[in-house]
């Protein structure tokens, strides 16, 4: 299969996967569908920014997923419930069944994680407008536990990562809709009343009595920047806890790599990019270097085009080098089909930009 930005489908493709729908369980499309036009517009309507799709060429070509569908769905919906009931302002004690039910589905994404044979994280999510909240919460969980477990945390320790990631933005539920929901980048005034949402996470989850100082204050302080910069206290270095320095890399890792209604998702090369150049800033140097060495900058499938002028897609990555993976030529015809490793090859050829620039 191929990945391709919404801009290149066409009608007649293929899909290869699911495109998810508002509803968790449902899917908007599944996979095996013939995409028309009217469908493509649907898609554009709802914010997805791509989709999988077959080719005679690209047959074999798989992304692994991390977690496994069944249970990211059912962790959606977790997410759903819970955020849903915090936006209702319902009663600590008729929502502590939901918080010990996305506790016990945090573990699960932690045995998921650590059952997988690489720790590398090589896919695309698609994803629409309506579920980026939820999306955003779980895929940060997702990937803090994949760093967690790549600089060698206790079961324990991976446990609460996955709970930080899932539950970092809950205090979102207390800032007004007409904040949370504009579909442009806020203003000064509402940036400072946004500023506000980790605190709400400390106070709601601290009242519920579940979770541990370790926790909560991962999620209180993971707007933290290394240089002292960040908010709501202004940490530095290692003043900031250990779970926050992670959460601050995956939730700026996941943002930028979805798409919102006021701009696109990042190319992964451009986000690799983005972060290093804040290294020592804003990120734990240590914790950042790790991190690029659990995410690929050219996820499977992604479609790139090389400094020989040829078209290729990418098959697989090797850990350590993530600006080198394995490619298969589509174009031209004379290469089609033929594979090369990037990172063994002795060869003079790069990777100019992928091609959802």
Excluded at 63 to 78: I, N
Excluded at 81 to 107: C, G, H
Excluded at 153 to 163: C, E, P, T, V
Aim: aromatic share 8%; charged share 20%.
């Amino acid at each position: 299969m191929i990945y391709l930005p919404i801009e290149k489908l066409t009608e007649g493709m293929i899909l290869a996967r699911n495109i998810p729908g508002t509803n968790s369980i449902l899917p908007f499309a599944v996979a095996g569908y013939q995409l028309s036009d009217r469908i493509i517009i649907r898609l554009k309507r709802i914010g997805v920014q791509g989709a999988y799709i077959h080719t005679a060429l690209t047959e074999g070509i798989e992304p692994v997923d991390f977690v496994e569908p069944e249970l990211k769905a059912k962790m959606l919906t977790s997410i759903r419930q819970t955020f849903d009931q915090s936006l209702k302002k319902v009663t600590i004690q008729s929502s502590m069944q939901t918080y010990q039910e996305l506790t016990t589905a945090a573990k699960s994404v932690v045995m998921n994680i650590l059952s997988m044979d690489k720790y590398l994280f090589q896919m695309i999510d698609i994803r629409d407008y309506d579920n980026y909240t939820y999306s955003h919460s779980l895929y940060v969980g997702i990937l803090s536990v994949l760093l967690g477990r790549f600089i060698g945390l206790s079961l324990d320790q991976l446990n609460d990562l996955a709970l930080c990631g899932l539950m970092h933005d809950i205090g979102k539920t207390d800032i007004p809709l007409e904040i949370t929901n504009k579909s442009g980048p806020l203003n000064d005034e509402e940036f400072e009343i946004m500023k506000k949402h980790p605190d709400l996470s400390y106070e709601k989850l601290s009242k519920c009595k579940l979770y541990s100082q370790a926790i909560l204050q991962g999620i209180r302080t993971h707007h933290e920047k290394y240089d002292g910069t960040g908010y709501p206290f202004g940490l530095t270095g290692d003043e900031i806890p250990l779970y926050a320095r992670i959460l601050a890399i995956a939730d700026v890792y996941d943002a930028l790599s979805s798409t919102r209604p006021y701009r696109k998702a990042w190319p992964p090369k451009k986000i690799f990019d983005y972060l290093t150049s804040r290294c020592s800033s804003h990120f734990d140097t240590d914790l950042l270097a790790a991190f690029l060495q659990c995410v690929s900058a050219y996820p499977v499938g992604t479609v790139v085009q090389l400094s020989d002028g040829s078209t290729a897609v990418v098959k697989d990555n090797t850990p350590g080098f993530t600006l080198r993976p394995i490619i298969r030529y589509i174009a031209p015809a004379a290469k089609a089909g033929h594979e090369v490793d990037l990172s063994r090859e002795a060869l003079n050829v790069t990777i100019l930009d992928d091609m959802e620039d």
